[in-house]
């Protein structure tokens, strides 16, 4: 399984589109472990841009803290996965309590 976190100053950005660099993370579910790791600069934002550019890179799930209704619903149209809310922890902390079931969508960040 690949999953991306939007990243911004080394933490998780609390607003996927305007990230600094996308953690994409490689894991093995049975394991529990994750695989490897790589950060990606994405391209210019742009409306609709990012689910594309993901699924091109073979993502199945993002975490971030906010993003809006028609960026889920594009991610969703991209089969990826999608969880909001995500809590302000570093990107191995999210990953390690997804793959154990313990991470918990929270209050979506954005706005629009």
């Given at each position: 399984?690949?999953?991306?976190i939007p990243i911004t100053n080394g ?19 049975e394991s529990k472990k994750i695989i ?63 793959m154990n079931n313990n991470l918990q ?8």
């Amino acid at each position: 399984m690949r999953i991306a976190i939007p990243i911004t100053n080394g933490a998780l950005s609390m607003h996927f589109g305007h990230c600094e660099n996308f953690m994409i993370i490689d894991v093995e579910m049975e394991s529990k472990k994750i695989i490897s790791d790589e950060t990606l600069k994405p391209p210019p934002h742009e409306p609709g841009l990012l689910p594309r550019w993901l699924a091109e890179k073979s993502v199945n799930v993002i975490i971030a803290g906010g993003m809006g209704q028609r960026a889920q619903d594009l991610f969703k149209a991209n089969n990826i996965d999608v969880i909001v809310g995500a809590p302000n922890k570093t990107f191995t902390e999210l990953v390690n309590d997804f793959m154990n079931n313990n991470l918990q969508g929270g209050a979506n960040f954005c706005d629009h």
